[in-house]
């Protein structure tokens, strides 16, 4: 099946810095990822959606300046929370379209303390 | 976009019980998976069922796309069954419903 790795799995940083989290299909090509943000005990909300190439679409309410998106390529998405801020604190995972459906990333948990 | 509502938001079960998971959208879909989040936060793909029913092992799952309603059947629980079940309907987009957290209790 296919197989999208993230890492880190975890994440603590002190506020101000920036935190870079990377998607990589393993065994398809991703031309889009998309990128989810769960608080605790909520459901996941799509934060923007990147394709292989191009700018990345962001949803309404999310600041574009302050998660960055890349999709350089056909196997790597990365998303850098910049200026990290202790409401940032959240688990973010990203997934993408495959052949077996929706294939998603084990997620980040990120802490800014 | 599309409204995913699952029932019930809670449940707890005694480990060997039976339960049933239900999933209504508010717009037609292309199609519907499932998934398990376990407590670590993982997400694991159970069924990419955009219509009828498939089984696995001890869970199945049934969705009528025309009626808009997609049902989890989680039979003979076990405790590391116990996590949040997400039902997710794609149109242009994906979307996740508000979730179904389960309990198995020993």
């Known amino acids: 099946g296919a197989v999208v790795s993230q890492h880190p799995s975890w994440v603590i940083c002190k506020s101000g810095t920036s935190v870079k989290i990377e998607c990589r299909s393993l065994d398809f090509q991703a031309t889009t990822m998309f990128w989810y943000r769960q608080f605790p005990k909520q459901s996941l909300m799509l934060m923007a959606t990147s394709n292989e190439g191009s700018k990345a679409t962001y949803e309404q309410g999310v600041e574009k300046d302050k998660f960055l998106i890349n999709h350089a390529s056909l196997t790597l998405s990365t998303l850098t929370v910049t200026s990290a801020h202790p409401e940032d604190s959240s688990f973010y995972i990203c997934s993408a379209p495959s052949n077996y459906g929706y294939t998603f990333g084990s997620g980040t948990r990120l802490t800014v303390v | 976009g599309i409204q995913v509502e699952q029932s019930p938001p809670d449940l707890i079960l005694q480990e060997g019980a039976n339960s049933t998971l239900r999933c209504n959208f508010s717009?037609?879909?292309?199609?519907l998976q499932w998934f398990h989040q376990n407590p670590w936060g993982q997400l694991i793909n159970l069924f990419y069922i955009p219509s009828g029913t498939k089984q696995n092992g001890r869970l199945s799952a049934t969705t009528v796309a025309t009626e808009r309603y997609s049902l989890l059947y989680i039979s003979s629980s076990q405790t590391t069954d116990s996590g949040v079940y997400f039902c997710?309907?794609?149109?242009?987009?994906?979307?996740f419903g508000t979730g179904t957290s389960l309990t198995v209790i020993p």
């Open positions: 717009d037609s879909v292309n199609n």
């Open positions: 997710a309907p794609t149109g242009n987009q994906f979307y």
